[in-house]
């Protein structure tokens, strides 16, 4: 037992030494009015999911689905998700698996092989991060939203002697930014050197595009297209839609790790997928009001160094770290729930409070917000 309690004190000395440099990490209770959550649409909450998932275990659908999609976790539900969501953004097949997180490291540990080049944006979301640890091909980092550092880092590797595949990776929509890549000139750079782009729109799915297809919608059905949509963030939901090529979905299924050996999701959480993707064609106020809110809370918050955007992520960079997270605890203290961000999850100098819009604010919230965020930087 002594030897066991030992074994931990490296880890208590590894937290000791992030709390000392104000780094330290707990969980806080979900508390005062939400401009921290994805759940922009509103939609986690909505009777019309619940009545859903009610009437899918009416219908027998189970809680839990038992094993993994390959042996016999494979449910009716999933397949018919999988159908209405390849109909739905237009793609030839897709494929929903536990989360985002694994979905991405699904993408970039199993589709590259070995020779082939992945250029990534410097900025892509960690998950990816952790797909590029295992992938097998070589990696190169381009500066942000820099269509230019792209082709540049093919060139290198091509006058290098690399004769493999090109494969982009890249955020449509940047989630600590609010920032959008520049889809057309990426899109253009993969036709020519015949690259394929993983594009994870994550935080456009939903908001943006025809019917809340995304940033990316235009492309969908490409050869050379290969789309990441969460079902946490907009959606209400959870789980993932990799959406792309029928054999890029063989190939996920046959090779893609996180895939082959996670327990499938719930076959009622696929059920209310299904119901949040109609809702995105039924309900399209969602998406007005969302936008109004944004526009409301540009007007309002900008004034005090809020990023105007243009999306529903408002970042204000304060820069110093302590002084981020005392403002956020202040906001929080005054009714916000606005969080916080500092290095690593972001770059150093550039710790900053993460204002996320949604239809679980009212103008009204908006305002207030504004008064105690001149209160909390005076």
């Not at 494979?74 to 494929?95: K, R, T, V, W």
């Amino acid at each position: 037992m002594i030897a066991a309690i030992d074994a931990w004190e490296a880890q208590r000395a590894d937290l000791e030494a992030l709390v000392a440099r104000g780094r330290g990490r707990q969980l806080i209770a979900r508390e005062g009015r939400d401009f921290s959550s994805n759940d922009y649409l509103g939609m986690a909450r909505a009777p019309r999911l619940a009545r859903a998932v009610e009437e899918a275990i009416a219908r027998g659908v189970p809680i839990g689905s038992g094993g993994s999609r390959l042996l016999r976790g494979n449910d009716p539900e999933h397949e018919a998700l999988e159908a209405e969501a390849a109909q739905f953004f237009g793609a030839e097949s897709a494929l929903y698996l536990s989360s985002g997180y694994a979905a991405n490291v699904a993408l970039l540990a199993s589709l590259p092989q070995r020779g082939d080049l992945i250029v990534y944006d410097a900025l892509i979301h960690a998950s990816m991060h952790e797909g590029l640890a295992l992938t097998r091909a070589v990696k190169a980092c381009a500066g942000h939203n820099d269509a230019g550092s792209f082709a540049d880092a093919i060139a290198a590797w091509r006058r290098a002697g690399g004769k493999g595949r090109v494969w982009l990776a890249f955020e449509s929509l940047y989630s600590m930014d609010g920032d959008r890549a520049p889809l057309a000139d990426l899109a253009e750079l993969a036709e020519q050197h015949e690259a394929i782009m993983l594009i994870d729109e994550a935080h456009a799915t939903g908001v943006f595009g025809p019917d809340g297809r995304g940033l990316a919608a235009a492309l969908d059905g490409r050869a050379d297209t290969v789309v990441l949509r969460t079902c946490g963030k907009a959606l209400g939901c959870e789980g993932a839609l990799v959406c792309g090529p029928a054999v890029m979905r063989d190939f996920l299924i046959n090779r893609a790790r996180p895939f082959i050996f996670s327990t499938a999701p719930s076959p009622l959480m696929a059920a209310a997928v299904r119901e949040a993707l109609r809702m995105l064609a039924d309900e399209p106020e969602r998406r007005t009001g969302l936008m109004a809110r944004v526009a409301h809370a540009e007007a309002a918050l900008a004034p005090y160094g809020a990023a105007v955007t243009g999306t529903q992520i408002m970042p204000l960079v304060l820069g110093d770290e302590a002084r981020t997270m005392a403002v956020a605890a202040h906001l929080q203290q005054a009714g916000f729930d606005v969080r916080g961000i500092r290095p690593p999850t972001v770059p150093a100098g550039t710790s900053r409070l993460r204002i996320s819009l949604t239809q679980n604010v009212m103008p009204e919230d908006i305002d207030a917000l504004a008064g105690a965020l001149a209160k909390a930087l005076a």
